[in-house]
């Protein structure tokens, strides 16, 4: 057994929502964790930490995406030893981070039944059924996305190849697809020639990813852009089976919630932004 005092219990948890932008797409998961940890301590977050000889921050992940795409809503989970107001959290930990790891929202956790601290750890991951994508496909005309996703829809079953950590793999894309549209709007808007697709995605076992639908879309449609496609989380959350659309995963714990710290008055701070919200998605490309 290891020697010396035990850790400091978490008394209060933290749900952050953050985006990962520009070039910082590239970053791997690990890499950010690590800036994360940095970041917490240069911001003076009273960060909990875990027993044993090699004890570590109580910062969890839930849904991260893949380097090499862009997120408007990636979210982690991070265990204090001391309330704070999570709008302080917010703006000291944004401006602790590096440019293009951005701090969206945070929200604190309500304690579990009987009082305890720690939520079950799946809880929110369970709230996760999907995500909002948005690709851009430079050198690809509206005309032939636009019937390359109509194939694609009309599909019953859509099986594609994927090498996974337990080999290769066949698995069925167009289950897991929602919705997939053409959006005009944004291609007529981009600096360059483009198609650009919305859609949303049920989270699945094995995971359907952006380019596993774009290896669907080459099969049924010999759809194949000249460049890679730019990727973009725009949101995940539940899945509303009636709109098709996603809810905002953190609005339970808002609702639920209560400000805490000295400076509570201020928890409501500046207005949330909405699934989906697409406000700095022109930053992928940079």
């Known amino acids: ?22 070039r910082l797409r590239f970053t791997s998961h690990r890499d950010i964790s690590r800036a994360v940890e940095r970041a917490v301590r240069r911001a003076g977050i009273p960060v909990a930490f875990s027993g044993g000889f090699t004890p570590h921050p109580k910062i969890s992940y839930a849904g991260a995406a893949a380097t090499g795409v862009a997120s408007e809503a990636e979210y982690l989970e991070i265990g204090l030893t001391d309330t704070r107001d999570p709008a302080r959290v917010r703006a000291d930990l944004d401006a602790a981070l590096p440019p293009g790891l951005d701090i969206v929202d945070v929200v604190p956790v309500r304690a579990g039944s009987g009082g305890d601290a720690q939520p079950r750890p799946s809880a929110f991951a369970e709230r996760l059924q999907a995500s909002e994508w948005r690709i851009r496909l430079d050198g690809v005309s509206s005309d032939d996305a636009a019937a390359a996703v109509a194939a694609f829809m009309a599909a019953g079953n859509i099986e594609v190849e994927r090498l996974t950590k337990k080999g290769r793999r066949r698995f069925d894309v167009r289950a897991a697809v929602s919705s997939c549209e ?27 990813r952006p380019d596993d639908i774009l290896t669907g879309l080459r099969q049924v449609a010999d759809l194949a852009p000249p460049s890679p496609p ?6 995940q959350g539940p899945l509303d ?3 098709g659309g996603l809810a905002d995963p953190l609005d339970p714990d808002r609702v639920t919630g209560l400000p805490s710290g000295d400076d509570a008055g201020t928890a409501d701070g ?3 932004p909405q699934p989906g919200d697409a406000a700095s998605v022109d930053a992928v490309s940079a």
Not at 1 to 22: D, I, S
Not at 182 to 208: F, N, W
Not at 230 to 235: F, K
């Open 230 to 235: 730019l990727v973009t989380r725009l949101a």
């Open 270 to 272: 500046p207005q949330r």
């Open 241 to 243: 089976a009636d709109t």
């Open 182 to 208: 053409l959006d005009r709007r944004a291609a007529q808007a981009a600096d360059a020639p483009c198609a650009i697709l919305r859609m949303v995605v049920r989270h699945s076992t094995p995971a359907v």
């Open 1 to 22: 057994m290891p020697e010396g005092p035990a850790p400091a219990p978490v008394t209060q948890r933290l749900r952050v929502r953050y985006a990962k932008r520009g």
